[in-house]
């Protein structure tokens, strides 16, 4: 089913230009905050909303938007998960899965819908009401109803928001392995970090309706390409400074009178301007003392102006002539007595320190 998806949308305030190889992302994300655009750009593509002129959307071989040219949704072999699932509530489980297979025979009807409850792991719900359904439950229902048709394309829209976090924890990694399984090319909206890690294999960052960076999860995640995608995937401390030379294999940056060691990053020379990106879960907290041999490079006195707890773990504020924000376990906030005033050293390998070279774009509001 591996095919190149191609689409330029433009639709109210979006103009967004995307080519996904679908062989090479199983699992496309379309990643960021609400009202970015990215549940504009899924309805097109699935051709419930229709493109403004100047468009153009391509699935392999099949145009299916461009200038007089519209291909109706039921056309597209496109499935489409909604974000609060949409089942029927009259209908049984097996009546929401068959609900599109209308243009089947009807005695072929019953094994298409056995076969889509399996593929979503949902096949011990054929016989329940609709109405009884967990939020789990629904879920695989509503996977299993877009599957069973037989896409050539999944979309599937913010399809974890609806459940509860216990929930939504529980089957992040169970939907990753259900859709790979499936074989099917697949496009998911969400604005979660956690689900976006979890679930794509590429990941498309939409900001303000444009497309601002393409690639790898973990790239895009760890290598920001502006200060913009940075804030959005959630780095937690951008710093400006300039570059003071090249030298032991790594750059050396200065933030405020404070010398931070990178990376080599031989595009930027003695001088120039620089963002300064380093993830909250990058930074490792450890009472002062001489540093240990294998220390990493970067080592900050630092006092803690602030702890909140942040779910499973401490989000710890810093002030080490440069404002830092480090998350650290509960057992490790408890070991160090963290708490307001306390003398700490933030620990920073080069390696997470990550260098954008032209800081222009500001970080958004």
Not at 315 to 323: E, H, K, Q, Y
């Given at each position: 089913?591996?095919?190149?998806?191609?689409?330029?949308?433009?639709?109210?305030?979006?103009?967004?230009?995307?080519?996904?190889?679908?062989?090479?992302?199983?699992?496309?994300?379309?990643?960021?905050?609400?009202?970015?655009?990215?549940?504009?750009?899924?309805?097109?593509?699935?051709?419930?909303?229709?493109?403004?002129?100047?468009?153009?959307?391509?699935?392999?071989?099949?145009?299916?938007?461009?200038?007089?040219?519209?291909?109706?949704?039921?056309?597209?072999?496109?499935?489409?998960?909604?974000?609060?699932?949409?089942?029927?509530?009259?209908?049984?489980?097996?009546?929401?899965?068959?609900?599109?297979?209308?243009?089947?025979?009807?005695?072929?009807?019953?094994?298409?819908?056995?076969?889509?409850?399996?593929?979503?792991?949902?096949?011990?719900?054929?016989?329940?009401?609709?109405?009884?359904?967990?939020?789990?439950?629904?879920?695989?229902?509503?996977?299993?109803?877009?599957?069973?048709?037989?896409?050539?394309?999944?979309?599937?829209?913010?399809?974890?928001?609806?459940?509860?976090?216990?929930?939504?924890?529980?089957?992040?990694?169970?939907?990753?392995?259900?859709?790979?399984?499936?074989?099917?090319?697949?496009?998911?909206?969400?604005?979660?970090?956690?689900?976006?890690?979890?679930?794509?294999?590429?990941?498309?960052?939409?900001?303000?309706?444009?497309?601002?960076?393409?690639?790898?999860?973990?790239?895009?995640?760890?290598?920001?390409?502006?200060?913009?995608?940075?804030?959005?995937?959630?780095?937690?401390?951008?710093?400006?400074?300039?570059?003071?030379?090249?030298?032991?294999?790594?750059?050396?940056?200065?933030?405020?009178?404070?010398?931070?060691?990178?990376?080599?990053?031989?595009?930027?020379?003695?001088?120039?301007?620089?963002?300064?990106?380093?993830?909250?879960?990058?930074?490792?907290?450890?009472?002062?003392?001489?540093?240990?041999?294998?220390s990493p490079r970067n080592q900050l006195p630092a006092v803690v102006?602030?702890?909140?707890?942040?779910?499973?773990?401490?989000?710890?504020?810093?002030?080490?002539?440069?404002?830092?924000?480090a998350y650290v376990t509960r057992p490790t906030g408890e070991h160090?007595?963290?708490?307001?005033?306390?003398?700490?050293?933030?620990?920073?390998?080069a390696t997470a320190v990550h260098l954008i070279a032209h800081p222009?774009?500001?970080?958004?509001?």
């Open positions: 089913m591996a095919a190149t998806l191609t689409a330029r949308v433009r639709r109210h305030v979006c103009d967004l230009h995307l080519s996904i190889d679908t062989a090479r992302a199983p699992v496309t994300v379309l990643f960021g905050p609400s009202g970015a655009g990215k549940t504009t750009l899924l309805r097109c593509l699935a051709g419930l909303d229709r493109p403004e002129p100047g468009s153009h959307i391509q699935f392999g071989d099949h145009l299916w938007d461009a200038p007089r040219v519209h291909v109706p949704t039921r056309r597209r072999r496109v499935g489409y998960l909604f974000q609060d699932h949409a089942l029927f509530p009259h209908l049984p489980v097996a009546g929401n899965v068959g609900y599109g297979l209308h243009r089947m025979p009807r005695r072929q009807r019953p094994e298409r819908i056995r076969q889509a409850l399996a593929a979503a792991d949902a096949a011990h719900l054929h016989d329940r009401p609709t109405r009884g359904l967990s939020g789990g439950e629904a879920q695989r229902v509503a996977l299993a109803r877009a599957l069973a048709p037989r896409p050539q394309l999944l979309l599937l829209d913010e399809p974890l928001s609806a459940l509860d976090t216990p929930t939504r924890t529980r089957l992040r990694g169970d939907l990753r392995r259900l859709l790979l399984a499936t074989g099917v090319p697949t496009i998911v909206v969400t604005h979660d970090r956690t689900e976006a890690l979890t679930l794509g294999d590429h990941i498309a960052v939409v900001i303000d309706g444009r497309l601002h960076q393409h690639g790898p999860v973990d790239t895009v995640f760890n290598r920001p390409a502006t200060a913009a995608v940075a804030a959005v995937v959630g780095v937690d401390t951008i710093l400006t400074g300039h570059v003071t030379g090249h030298h032991d294999d790594l750059t050396h940056i200065d933030v405020a009178g404070h010398v931070l060691h990178a990376t080599p990053h031989r595009d930027l020379n003695p001088g120039d301007r620089t963002l300064v990106c380093i993830r909250a879960d990058d930074i490792a907290l450890e009472l002062p003392g001489p540093p240990r041999p294998a102006t602030a702890v909140h707890p942040d779910g499973p773990v401490l989000r710890v504020s810093l002030d080490a002539g440069i404002t830092l924000t160090l007595d963290l708490q307001t005033g306390r003398q700490v050293t933030a620990a920073i390998k222009a774009v500001e970080r958004p509001h």
